[in-house]
Each structure stands twice: as C-alpha cells, then as structure tokens.
C-alpha cells in the first residue's frame, strides 16, 4: 500500500474547512486538490461534527488537498496542529 493510499483509507470523503487568510468556509473532496467555497458561511465544527469528521481529520485533509495526498500531513495520525 503506498502511502497516499494508506491517508486515503483514514479519511471521510468530504469535510469542511477554513481558509487561512480569510476564514471563508470551504468544502474538500477526498482525493482531490483544492478546494470548494461554501455557498454560505457555515459552522465548520459544527458541520464536521453533524458527518462525523474529526479535528485531526479535517487537519489532514486540508494538507492533502493544498499539498499532496501522500503528504505526511495528509496523515491524521501525525496531527499536530496548524501553525
């Protein structure tokens, strides 16, 4: 199993995030670059919670989607924080 597919296999299909510099709520799609706004603002805790996703979770996804899916970061195990 190579290590994308081993990120992969630990994370939900869709979460939502936040973007750094603005706050903006957006939605990331397993597996997949980048990112989505949101078509309003939305809790982004509160939304993650209601599918199911954790913080560490939501963490990984964010780097997989902006860096690579085979990333470290895209690993919820190794959650340490956004800086």
């Not at 199993?1 to 936040?18: A, F, G, V, W």
């Not at 597996?31 to 209601?50: D, M």
């Amino acid at each position: 199993m190579t290590q994308m597919e081993h990120n992969l296999s630990k994370l939900p299909d869709i979460c939502y995030s936040r973007l750094p510099s603005t706050g903006q709520s957006i939605l990331l799609k397993k597996g997949e670059a980048g990112y989505w706004p949101t078509e309003f603002p939305v809790n982004v805790e509160e939304r993650n919670a209601l599918i199911g996703v954790s913080k560490e979770q939501a963490e990984a996804m964010f780097a997989g989607s902006m860096f690579c899916w085979g990333s470290k970061g895209a690993d919820p195990d190794t959650y340490i924080g956004r800086v």
